[in-house]
């Protein structure tokens, strides 16, 4: 039996999130983008495995990849969701395997907001303006993402880190397609 504390929390988690997430799309001149952001989370293939594997510290994608070697929430939301760069991934016509595509800037700006909502939201009191430029270089070696994306979004991670929200926003704001 899982716990209803799985649930409350669950759904805490991620409507923090979201709220948050909404709030930095606003900053980043893609409100309406922002107010659909994650909605599939609250569909019942994402939210009952969140709640189960609800640990409030972490993705509970995180504890369904440790039970069964995969997460089959996560496989869902990235193919619902074009914040996330796995959402854009294709087969190449010549080398016939599947590669990353470059994201539209207007979703990498989403993707922007996302990361640093979900740094607030799981680091909590040690959060700091470089923690999700921090977080993205852990695995900067093993993602697979096109080259351009990778370079814009590590580039407002650092922005962010080194010159704050306000400028960094200010400049999301002004960026228009590659």
């Known amino acids: ?92 016509p010549q080398t016939k395997l599947m590669s990353p595509v470059k994201m539209p800037v207007r979703y990498v700006k989403e993707m922007f907001c996302d990361r640093v909502a979900a740094s607030k939201i799981y680091a909590g009191e040690k959060y700091h303006d470089g923690y999700a430029l921090d977080y993205f270089l852990k695995a900067k070696a093993r993602r697979k993402i096109h080259p351009d994306t990778s370079e814009l979004i590590e580039r407002l991670l650092r922005m962010l880190a080194e010159k704050g929200e306000k400028e960094t926003f200010k400049y999301i704001r002004s960026l228009k397609k590659y």
């Open 1 to 92: 039996m899982i716990p209803i504390s799985n649930f409350i929390g669950h759904f805490t988690t991620i409507t923090r999130h979201r709220h948050r997430v909404i709030s930095h799309c606003l900053k980043a001149g893609i409100f309406w983008q922002g107010l659909l952001h994650d909605l599939s989370k609250y569909s019942p293939e994402e939210f009952f495995l969140g709640v189960k594997y609800y640990q409030g510290t972490r993705s509970p994608n995180e504890g369904e990849r440790e039970a069964y070697g995969y997460s089959k929430a996560w496989m869902h939301h990235k193919g619902r969701n074009k914040h996330h760069f796995e959402y854009w991934t294709d087969y190449d």
